[in-house]
């Protein structure tokens, strides 16, 4: 019998990615977007060679009741992959209220009251994953991105408490946290400043949407059933 997982941000660059890799080894998938319509159908027809059942779900996550519009159309469920994210780039002391409330809905608010709801569907049958994709700046912090850091590393936190609370209900929690990745999250960045960042990495580039999503399908698998309370660090070397 296929498995539910439900992916939050599935429009994006790696939420795309998470959902051809796991529809291609037999998940149903929920596919969560809010602007990008016209991705989640094209990845919906990009999925149905699969021969799954991918439901997409519009929600605003920067809005106080995001999570509830997600959470009713929910039914059987066996993973949640949090990819749903924006990032936030300029100096701090010219940072905005509203830019802070935005990013601790969308990154940590929305993502606790959509789990707490989901919960027991999952505890239900004595077992599931909960995944976060959060980031390397939630593990270090970033110059220029205080806000954005301060949001993924609650996430970080997050993880590591719920996973202690309902590893007896066998539910296990855990994070990826993706360095530089191409995706559209960096398109602010000129290619002299991309060149830089890759220059950086011990691996020499930034990663692949795609390295990301085969270590949300390990994190799902039976073959980390050990695995709980862990951040996955997916970063080239970046930060270790």
């Keep these: 019998m296929r498995k539910y997982v439900l992916i939050t941000g599935a429009s994006g660059g790696i939420g795309q990615a998470v959902a051809v890799k796991l529809a291609s080894i037999g998940y149903n998938l929920y596919l969560h977007y809010n602007q990008n319509a016209d991705f989640i159908n094209r990845l919906i027809d990009k999925l149905n060679k699969f021969n799954g059942e ?13 999570y509830k519009r997600i959470a009713s159309e929910i039914f059987s469920l066996d993973g949640i992959v949090h990819c749903g994210g924006n990032s936030q780039y300029g100096m701090f002391v010219d940072l905005e209220l509203k830019e802070v409330e ?20 999952m505890t239900s049958k004595r077992q599931g994953s ?11 912090g970033g110059s220029c991105e205080v806000a954005y850091s301060a949001a993924k590393g609650a996430q970080i936190s997050f993880v590591k408490a ?32 991309t060149d830089e960042i890759s220059a950086e990495i011990p691996m020499g580039r930034m990663g692949r949407p795609e390295e990301i999503a085969d270590g949300v399908s390990y994190l799902l698998s039976g073959e980390s059933s050990y695995i709980t309370g862990q951040v996955l660090a997916i970063n080239g070397g970046w930060y270790t």
């Design 130 to 140: 909960i995944i976060v994709i959060t980031s390397i700046w939630g593990q270090t």
């Design 162 to 193: 719920l996973s202690k609370e309902v590893a007896l209900s066998g539910i296990r929690v855990n994070a990826i946290a993706p360095g530089a990745v191409n995706t559209g999250m960096m398109a602010r960045f000129t290619n002299e400043e």
């Design 102 to 121: 935005d990013l601790m809905r969308i990154h940590v608010i929305n993502p606790i009251m959509l789990t707490k709801e989901l919960l027991p569907k």
């Design 54 to 66: 991918y439901i997409p779900i519009h929600a605003d996550l920067s809005t106080s009741d995001g």
